[in-house]
T-cell receptor, first 115, second 118 residues
Framework: AQSVAQPEDQVNVAEGNPLTVKCTYSVSGNPYLFWYVQYPNRGLQFLLK????DNLVKGSYGFEAEFNKSQTSFHLKKPSALVSDSALYFC?????????????WGLGTSLAVNP | DGGITQSPKYLFRKEGQNVTLSCEQNLNHDAMYWYRQDPGQGLRLIYY???????QKGDIAEGYSVSREKKESFPLTVTSAQKNPTAFYLC?????????????????FGPGTRLTVL
């Protein structure tokens, strides 16, 4: 079965420290990978995506993610966390298949940045 | 959230009533989606539409219905057949991006509607 795993329900990090939110996937073929952020009672905001090319993708708000095909991972990173980064983060995968638009979602990771 | 509006923000329904959630987009996107979000369960796809006058069931379509009569609008009706409708409902849209094909599209989300059954 095709799936996305976010192995940590919650991540805690001190302000100013680097942060990592993990995502691994299990899909057949070559995937397209996405990260979204959700603040309380709000819709999801797109952060970044990997389609092809450079494995390191840079996105909004200073976030970046590295695609690792051998480890089937797409971890989200930021060099220096802000308290305002505290939110729920979702990883999603889409199969590279023509007109396919359906996303497979992880269950989310709650990030808490402590001042 | 820009370009996609959902209304109302909060909706209360009595058991046995149908309710309709509105989703409008001005991004000229071909595809639109409805998701349901419950705590700890992530996002689950209810229905999606890739073109006007066409839509497909997602993973949890039972008890819901949709229509896509206009490109910019994709209303969701939560019927009385939906056993546990209390949830946060999210609408999204996506469109063909330069040089890409549909599977590379980014989905953009509205602000959501929180439905509570009394």
């Amino acid at each position: 079965a095709q799936s996305v795993a976010q192995p940590e329900d919650q991540v805690n990090v001190a302000e100013g420290n680097p942060l990592t939110v993990k995502c691994t996937y299990s899909v057949s073929g070559n995937p397209y990978l996405f990260w979204y952020v959700q603040y309380p009672n709000r819709g999801l905001q797109f952060l970044l995506k990997y389609i092809t090319g450079d494995n390191l993708v840079k996105g909004s708000y200073g976030f970046e993610a590295e695609f690792n095909k051998s480890q089937t991972s797409f971890h989200l990173k930021k060099p220096s966390a802000l308290v305002s980064d505290s939110a729920l983060y979702f990883c999603a995968v889409r199969l590279n298949a023509g007109n396919n638009r359906k996303l497979i979602w992880g269950l989310g990771t709650s990030l808490a940045v402590n001042p | 959230d820009g370009g996609i509006t959902q209304s109302p923000k909060y909706l209360f329904r009595k058991e046995g009533q149908n309710v309709t959630l509105s989703c409008e987009q001005n991004l000229n996107h071909d595809a639109m989606y409805w998701y349901r979000q419950d705590p700890g369960q992530g996002l689950r796809l209810i229905y999606y539409s890739q073109i006007v006058n066409d839509f497909q069931k997602g993973d949890i379509a039972e008890g819901y219905s949709v229509s896509r009569e206009k490109k910019e609008s994709f209303p969701l009706t939560v019927t009385s057949a939906q056993k546990n409708p209390t949830a946060f409902y999210l609408c999204a849209s996506s469109g063909r991006e330069s040089g890409g094909h549909p599977s590379t599209d980014t989905q953009y989300f509205g602000p959501g509607t929180r439905l509570t059954v009394l």
